[in-house]
């Protein structure tokens, strides 16, 4: 079952035409919440050989169509109540089309200290071909044919598409294919221990890591990225400043997990922001470290309800593990 968004009209909730396959007649089906007004259904993605018949399905009145580029645009007649009587859904058949070609699947991978990927691109079905776009733009059969793997020489979006003759192209398989940049580290007399903190009590309630711009902690002190310096439940921030210790030059990607909000910087720049009042739920980045001392800086807030604070990372696609106070360090 695939979905297409319709334009609402102003004032009204965004209505969606569905579709759906049956392979034992090879019919396809879509379904309209409304009589279009234009008089006209553009049905996007689609390309269906000439002749091809289309009707509605309530009293199999055959509709006129015809290809637009990539869509099909199908003419409707002046709506007729004693013709159609229902007045929620309408069902449009396409004979003897539909079957779509299995959808592709995209894999983006790193060599062992890369910073450019190479993209492979498996496809699924014999007697398929697989066209692809590195510039985001839907896959259409005049796109590059894949064949073997591609080297990604700046940030792409990935897009790919498989298409089969007497077969509807396939759904669209995307993927972000990232340039990295190394970063150097930084040289200081850094000491171990941990990063530096300080905790602050919060008025109100709070919606961000802002907040703590705007009040003087009540304590300070050192230690990792946790909550063991909170001693309230709700209403409190904490800001965490040192530097991390790199052990080998890699790619590698931080998880921030946090109940509240939180915003993380490393070497000076956001690396993530999961701030704002939500539950445990982790965001992402993928660095290029050099091996050495990367400052970093956290912010977190905590308002009410459920509290978490969690950094984790991994390198080379490698299992996550906490980034703990031994890799952690202070001026």
């Given at each position: ?15 969606e035409?569905?579709?759906?396959y049956?392979?034992?007649t ?65 069902v ?50 005049a ?12 940030t ?13 192209p ?87 997990h ?74």
């Amino acid at each position: 079952m695939l979905k297409l968004t319709v334009e609402p009209e102003p004032g009204y909730a965004v209505k969606e035409s569905f579709f759906s396959y049956n392979p034992a007649t090879n019919s396809l089906y879509a379904i309209l919440p409304k009589w279009p007004s234009d008089k006209k259904f553009v049905w996007k993605n689609i390309t269906l050989p000439a002749g091809t018949r289309i009707e509605l399905l309530e009293n199999h009145a055959a509709l006129q169509w015809h290809q637009a580029g990539n869509n099909i645009e199908i003419n409707f007649p002046e709506f007729d109540p004693n013709l159609y009587k229902s007045k929620y859904a309408y069902v449009l058949k396409v004979n003897n089309a539909g079957a779509f070609a299995p959808k592709p699947f995209i894999t983006v991978n790193y060599a062992k200290g890369a910073i450019a990927p190479v993209v492979e691109i498996s496809k699924i079905a014999p007697g398929t071909i697989v066209h692809y776009t590195l510039d985001g733009s839907d896959p259409v059969e005049a796109s590059p044919v894949y064949s073997t793997p591609v080297k990604i020489t700046q940030t792409s979006v990935v897009k790919a598409a498989a298409f089969k003759p007497g077969s509807l192209p396939s759904g669209i398989a995307e993927a972000n294919a990232d340039i990295y940049e190394w970063q150097k580290a930084v040289k200081t007399n850094a000491k171990a221990g941990g990063l530096k903190y300080a905790y602050y009590t919060l008025s109100g309630s709070p919606a961000s890591v802002k907040v703590l711009g705007n009040v003087k902690p009540v304590s300070e002190g050192t230690g990792g990225i946790d909550l063991s310096a909170a001693t309230d439940k709700q209403n409190f921030g904490l800001s965490f400043e040192g530097y991390l210790r790199i052990a080998k030059n890699g790619i590698y990607t931080f998880n921030l997990h946090s109940d509240d909000g939180s915003v993380l910087w490393i070497n000076g720049k956001v690396a993530i922001d999961n701030d704002g009042t939500h539950g445990d739920d982790p965001k992402h980045t993928t660095l290029a470290l050099k091996k050495g001392l990367h400052t970093i800086k956290l912010l977190y807030f905590q308002a009410s309800g459920g509290q978490a604070l969690k950094l984790t990372y991994g390198q080379n696609g490698e299992k996550p593990v906490d980034v703990t106070k031994e890799m952690l360090l202070h001026d």
